[in-house]
């Protein structure tokens, strides 16, 4: 098993950058393939972005468009969402989820670890 727990989020303003952390602990992190996802109010938890073990490579929600970035640290058991020119409709509550396997996966129902969730607020 592998726990997991957000930190970093607050409330920003539009067009702020924010970087989200997920601390892991339990299970060597490096054996699982790692992602974000975010719910906003009344709407599904939708996919964000997704790393392999290895960190080398990443996945991202189509309406990402080049303003996040995921990375990990395996050394330092932590996921990271760098996310840049934040806007109103990313207000959500972020989570990260953890899955043991060699690549990265982008549905909600491959993952079997999840955070608690850390709620970013973007004010326009």
């Known amino acids: 098993q592998v726990q997991l727990v957000e930190s970093g989020g607050e409330l920003v303003q539009a067009g702020d950058p924010l970087t989200l952390s997920c601390a892991g602990s339990g299970r060597l992190f490096s054996d699982f393939a790692m992602a974000w996802f975010r719910q906003a109010p009344g709407e599904e938890r939708e996919f964000v972005a997704a790393i392999t073990r290895s960190g080398e490579t990443a996945y991202y929600g189509d309406f990402v468009k080049g303003r996040f970035t995921i990375s990990r640290d395996n050394a330092e058991n932590t996921l990271y969402l760098y996310m840049n020119s934040l806007k109103p409709e990313d207000t959500a509550v972020y989570y990260c989820?953890?899955?043991?396997?060699?690549?990265?996966?982008?549905?909600?129902?491959?993952?079997?670890?999840w955070g608690q969730g850390t709620r970013v607020t973007v004010s326009p």
């Open positions: 989820a953890a899955k043991p396997g060699n690549y990265y996966y982008i549905r909600r129902d491959e993952y079997d670890y």
